[in-house]
Antibody, heavy 120, light 109 residues
């Protein structure tokens, strides 16, 4: 049974860089796309971007200028960096796996979530 | 950009009742639609993918239907653990990515 475990700094000041890492345990890492999704307090879900084991990425156009997603296949990990954060980046950040069974690319496995707060 | 709209925003029902949730896309997404359940303090849980296929381990009381722009998630008989927020999600081919609907909260009446 695949499990995703994520970690990273939970409190940032404006203009700093958010950094989170997600480790994949108990399942295959290659062959999948891996995503980051965030959820602002009391609001809905926003897809940030994705990466595969070969390092191919796609980003949400609204965040693309500030986002970098990278992968470390030797550790079965992928990471998110979001630069120049502001209070509007305060959210719970999730890592997730895109399933291969269907065509929707639905997210069938999620990390536990990390609350990131941006405050001066 | 495709926008997903969910209705109603809140659905007040009693255990045992039938829940019908709607998700409408601003343009056709074919059958590339998924549904999730989220409870407070938890990550979303995949229920339905490709509009009508139940994910692994999802009870048969959950069903999805629709294609193109109009989709429905039906919970045939609400169990106490089904009271939660439900989101729809679609995949777009270009630019590659995903969007979510704003959610429907199913609350105990």
């Amino acid at each position: 049974q695949v499990q995703l475990q994520q970690w990273g700094a939970g409190l940032l000041r404006p203009s700093e860089t958010l950094s989170l890492t997600c480790a994949v345990y108990g399942g295959s890492f290659s062959g999948f796309y891996w995503s980051w999704v965030r959820q602002s307090p009391g609001k809905g879900l926003e897809w940030i971007g994705e990466i595969n084991h070969g390092g191919s990425t796609n980003y949400n156009p609204s965040l693309k200028s500030r986002v970098t997603i990278s992968v470390d296949t030797s550790k079965n990990q992928f990471s998110l960096r979001l630069s120049s954060v502001t209070a509007s980046d305060t959210a719970v950040y999730y890592c997730a796996r895109e399933d291969l069974v269907g065509a929707t690319g639905a997210f069938d496995c999620w990390g536990q979530g990390t609350l990131v707060t941006v405050s001066s | 950009e495709i926008v997903l709209t969910q209705s109603p925003a809140t659905l007040s029902l009693s255990p045992g009742e039938r829940a019908t949730l709607s998700c409408r896309a601003s343009q056709s997404v074919s059958s590339y639609l998924a549904w999730y359940q989220q409870k407070p303090g938890q990550a979303p849980r995949l229920l339905i993918y490709d509009a009508s296929n139940r994910a692994t381990g999802i009870p048969a009381r959950f069903s999805g239907s629709g294609s193109g722009t109009d989709f429905t998630l039906t919970i045939s008989s609400l169990e106490p653990e089904d009271f939660a927020v439900y989101y729809c999600q679609q995949r777009r081919n270009w630019p590659p990515g995903f969007t979510f609907g704003p959610g429907t909260k199913v609350e105990i009446k």
